[in-house]
C-alpha cells in the first residue's frame, strides 16, 4: 500500500500548481481522500478532502474558492488544483487516505496511509 504525492515546486504569487496522488496496492474507490500540508514550525493542516462515494468535498477556509481537490477513480488518483497561490500557501504538502463511505473527515488520526510529501514554495 503506497501513497506518491508529486507536483510540488516553486511558484510565485498568484501562479498555479497541480498536486497529484498517486495510489498503488489498492484501490482509492472505497477510500477517502485528504490533503494536508505543514509549514516550518508550525503543525499540520487540514486542507481538503473528497468522499469514497458521493464525491463530497471539504475545503479549509483559508483554501476555499482557490483551491479544488478531485479524483479520477480509473486512474487511482487524486489532484488539488492549487491556483491564486500566497506565500503563506509555502509547506510540504501530503496526501492521505482512509476507508469510509460516509463523507470526508479533515482529522488526522482518521487517516490511515500518507504520502511521503511534496514542497510548494510560494514567492512574492
Known amino acids: 500500500v503506497q501513497l506518491q504525492a508529486s507536483g510540488g515546486g516553486l511558484v510565485q504569487a498568484g501562479g498555479s500548481l497541480r498536486l497529484s496522488c498517486a495510489a498503488s496496492?489498492?484501490?482509492?474507490?472505497?477510500?477517502?481522500i485528504g490533503w494536508f500540508r505543514q509549514a516550518p514550525g508550525r503543525e499540520r493542516e487540514g486542507v481538503s478532502c473528497i468522499s469514497s462515494s458521493s464525491g463530497g468535498t471539504y475545503y479549509a477556509d483559508s483554501v476555499k474558492g482557490r483551491f479544488t481537490i478531485s479524483r479520477d477513480n480509473a486512474k487511482n488518483t487524486a489532484y488539488l488544483q492549487m491556483s491564486s497561490l500566497k506565500p503563506e500557501d509555502t509547506a510540504v504538502y501530503y496526501c492521505a487516505t482512509y476507508r469510509t463511505r460516509a463523507s470526508c473527515l479533515m482529522t488526522i488520526y482518521e487517516y490511515d496511509y500518507w504520502g511521503q510529501g511534496t514542497l510548494v514554495t510560494v514567492s512574492s
Open positions: 496496492g489498492f484501490t482509492l474507490d472505497y477510500y477517502a
